[in-house]
């Protein structure tokens, strides 16, 4: 049987590159970097899940220093909710203009209920790191 359509959303923080200047402020803590509700009440039990991607710009600290930044994705609107992906890059201490990171994932056998919501996190371990965008980040539910 073909997945059927239940839900889709996008958050368009920034379209181009070098648009927005957001600094980390704060050391491997969690920044809010979008944030989706879905409605899966039209899903089948157990057989609902949402399709994610994203793209997100850094660029290293005046100061170039070994840094680590980690996209985590959560079913919930806290860094506390259900993590449902998690990845880590270490930032290129050669290049001094924005880095990419992109991202795929799923959340399988999501809750068949309305107002879930999906947040992107982003934390570095090297203060002074800036989203400088492109940010897009896409959601899109389906079930068997």
Do not use: C, H, W
Request: glycine share 6%; no cysteine; net charge negative.
């Amino acid at each position: 049987m073909p997945a059927r359509f239940v839900d889709s959303k996008t958050s368009q923080n920034a379209s181009y590159a070098n648009s927005i200047s957001i600094p980390i402020t704060v050391l491997n803590a969690p920044q809010l970097v979008a944030q989706q509700t879905l409605d899966l009440s039209g899903g089948t039990t157990n057989l609902t899940r949402v399709e994610f991607s994203g793209v997100i710009a850094l660029q290293l600290p005046l100061l170039p220093v070994a840094t680590t930044a980690t996209v985590t994705v959560v079913r919930g609107s806290t860094p506390s909710g259900a993590t449902v992906f998690s990845a880590a890059q270490n930032l290129e201490l050669s290049l001094l203009g924005p880095q990419l990171i992109s991202f795929a994932g799923s959340d399988f056998n999501a809750p068949n209920i309305s107002g879930v919501v999906y947040t992107v996190f982003v934390q570095t371990s090297a203060l002074g790191t800036i989203r400088v965008g492109p940010e897009s980040f896409n959601f899109t539910a389906v079930s068997d």
